[in-house]
């Protein structure tokens, strides 16, 4: 009974401490500066497109979208955010503050699993509100049988496994299959990573750089250089002695060292 208890406290505080919980890529940045996938903007541009993630019931990480997170910072892009099913409400409002303080980012977002109806509520308060939400993922969707082509005006792609029979009704812009994966395996696929770094590129595209021309700039000189005055060299006054400091020594005789013979004595 005492081994049947400590099971399932540890099962229980695995399944408490994995909700909610976020960790910080401090690499992620570096990393982008030297992308793995062929990227035809530049950091500047590409640090202005943000990808929020939604985890569903996969509290445990068996799906590694942690580690979907860290792959997409190597293919150039670092602004991703990842957090679970319950931090809808706070992932609006980060929706709204990187919108105010950036008004030429560009947003995605993606849901894994059983967080379908979440995501799907997100993205209609963001096009209601009018944040500039470029499209929106879904892998392996559940609880949600529509046709988001009529119902979401915005581009959407759901990611599917072979097997998984969750969301069969649910369709959008793109509907793709990726072989030979199961529930977990298909967000760190590669054919994954690389379906969403394009919908991130095209997001890109969308970025607007605002022009530097209208940017006051000041001159190079505050006034014109003073033109020197002309000197004539027989009017110079040699320095007074007192300024010999400022000579060569053997310039003047009287600081003209002697050499000093010093006799030797020859043999008898």
Same mark, same amino acid.
């Given at each position: ?41 530049? !950091? ?89 939400l470029d499209g929106v993922i879904f892998i392996d969707p559940v609880g949600v049988d529509c046709d988001l082509q009529t119902t979401l005006p915005t581009h959407t792609m759901i990611i599917r496994s072979p097997l998984w029979v969750g969301g069969t009704g649910l369709s959008g812009t793109e509907n793709i299959t990726v072989s030979h994966t199961h ?40 006034? !014109? ?44």
């Open positions: 009974m005492t081994a049947k208890l400590w099971v399932a406290g540890l099962a229980a505080g695995l399944l408490v401490g994995g909700v909610g919980c976020v960790s910080c890529n401090n690499k992620g940045f570096s990393e982008s500066l030297h992308p793995t996938a062929t990227c035809e903007y530049p !950091p500047y541009v590409r640090q202005k497109v943000y990808l929020f993630m939604m985890n569903g019931l996969d509290v445990l990480e068996f799906a590694g979208m942690l580690d979907l997170r860290d792959k997409l910072s190597k293919t150039g892009y670092p602004k991703v955010y990842y957090a679970q099913r319950e931090d809808k409400e706070w992932y609006y409002r980060e929706l709204r503050r990187v919108v105010r303080d950036d008004p030429s980012a560009r947003v995605l977002l993606l849901g894994y699993g059983a967080c379908t109806d979440r995501v799907l509520a997100l993205a209609r308060d963001s096009i209601r509100d009018q944040l500039p529930h977990y395996s298909v967000p760190n696929h590669p054919s994954t990573v690389e379906f969403i770094h394009r919908l991130m590129s095209e997001s890109a595209s969308r970025v607007r750089i605002e022009s530097t021309d209208n940017i006051p700039r000041l001159p190079l000189y505050d006034k !014109p250089l003073p033109t020197p005055r002309p000197i004539d060299p027989a009017t110079l006054l040699p320095p007074p002695p007192e300024w010999t400091f400022l000579k060569p020594p053997c310039r003047y005789p009287s600081m003209v060292i002697e050499p000093i013979v010093i006799p030797i004595a020859t043999p008898q």
